[in-house]
């Protein structure tokens, strides 16, 4: 009896020539899965699965992950303001780990003995997968073609075409990744460390012309509406806001970032709903967290973003920064208002019933309502004693070795 492989599917070059090797060559029964995280239509994903069973898979599944993806990963994105290198909202990195995650479910499903991906050796997607399947799943062989074989694009090519294989060969100008929490985009402009990514290579052209304000409605740090328009699901929210900034050509970048394997790289991206997400909701937090809720949530974010680029997804440290993160979010309810305008945007202001700043307790810089000026007296003479103490020790200890010093040069 053949052995079982699942093999982590797209219906692009490298995994359409892992089905043909590992049916042919090595005589596996290939089960086939893909997990769209918000990157495919439904036509392509019927195009896709047509693909798997022209190439010869004996099972193919199509697994809806948008609302799981959500789920797991991006809601702690949000209610950490995570951004890499203070530019990118991990649109590769957080969706190849969900995939990961769902690949190996499937593995432990079908009682496979191997699963297989298309990775090449070259980027950070064969670290992340290879860790989640040897962590989910131990023992089950990692079968990597492209990798393990140095294959180059040309020998791809001519081997399928050796088998009969019928598709489009052709290599764009630019590889385009798209899911949920945003889309990247490689090309020759990345490959060096200079050059931006000219007009036509982003995905989404820039048609939307004036400004407009929306409005985004946050309840516990998730968002919940837009435009006064509820979703069942915040990935909905997402989705919906991203059909209408995306047209102003915002949260365009380009990322220059270090790999899990200590290179280098630059990768383009656009990310409008990601980004206009991220800056409001780090406006609203401004206004309802207290400044060490604001800095403790910094710091361990920050450490939760790399280590989830680095696929860690799986080490309980992260369960215990999202543990924090959601009970943070207890008071980030209420609604940020973002000027829309063709290559960028502001957030104009918050509204929340938790907004701590208050006019009950004080107008900054005009008026006090809190305290008095005796109070301030006494606090600011208190806050800065060992301060004061320090340097009136130092003082005193440096004017007696400047006089030992003077006498010495006298004798």
């Not at 990195?93 to 699963?115: G, W, Y």
């Not at 809190?370 to 060992?386: L, M």
């Amino acid at each position: 009896m053949a052995k079982k492989v699942v093999l982590g599917f797209s219906g692009g070059l490298d995994t359409s020539y892992c089905v043909k090797y590992l049916t042919e060559d090595k005589g596996y029964e290939v089960h086939s899965i893909i997990v769209n995280t918000g990157g495919f239509s439904d036509e392509e994903l019927k195009q896709i699965e047509k693909h798997a069973y022209a190439l010869g898979v004996n099972t193919h599944t199509t697994v809806d992950a948008v609302k799981s993806y959500y789920d797991r990963i991006i809601r702690f994105l949000i209610y950490g303001n995570v951004l890499k290198n203070n530019t990118y909202p991990l649109s590769v990195s957080a969706e190849r780990l969900s995939q990961a995650l769902h690949i190996a479910e499937h593995v432990q499903k079908l009682n496979a003995d191997a699963v297989a991906h298309g990775s090449t050796g070259a980027g950070n997607d064969q670290v992340r997968f290879d860790m989640v399947f040897h962590i989910m799943i131990p023992g089950v062989e990692i079968i990597t073609p492209i990798r393990d074989l140095k294959l180059s694009r040309e020998e791809e090519i001519a081997y399928l075409k050796g088998k009969g294989v019928s598709m489009n060969f052709d290599k764009a100008l630019y590889s385009v990744n798209k899911g949920l929490w945003g889309t990247s985009v490689g090309g020759k402009e990345t490959l060096s460390s200079r050059g931006m990514l000219p007009e036509s290579a982003w995905p989404t052209q820039v048609t939307a012309t004036g400004t407009e304000e929306v409005a985004l409605g946050f309840e516990k740090g998730e968002l919940v509406s837009v435009n006064d328009k509820k979703f069942d699901h915040p990935s909905s929210a997402i989705q919906y806001l991203q059909t209408i900034a995306g047209p102003y050509g915002v949260g365009r970048d380009i990322h220059v970032g270090d790999t899990i394997i200590g290179i280098k790289g630059r990768v383009g991206f656009e990310a409008a709903a990601p980004m206009i997400i991220l800056k409001a909701h780090h406006a609203l937090e401004k206004h309802v967290l207290t400044k060490w809720q604001l800095q403790w949530k910094d710091t361990l974010a920050q450490f939760y973003g790399n280590w989830l680029h680095e696929g860690q997804i799986l080490d309980p440290v992260m369960r215990d920064i999202e543990a924090f993160l959601e009970h943070s979010q207890s008071t980030v309810t209420g609604k940020a208002f973002v000027q829309l305008h063709p290559y960028y945007f502001q957030v104009n202001g918050i509204e929340s019933v938790h907004d701590l700043m208050s006019s009950r307790f004080g107008k900054y810089g005009e008026m006090n309502s809190g305290f008095t000026g005796n109070d301030v007296r006494g606090f600011s003479r208190i806050f800065g004693n060992q301060t004061g103490i320090w340097n009136q020790v130092n003082e005193t200890e440096g004017r007696r070795q400047e006089a030992e010093e003077t006498a010495w040069q006298n004798r």
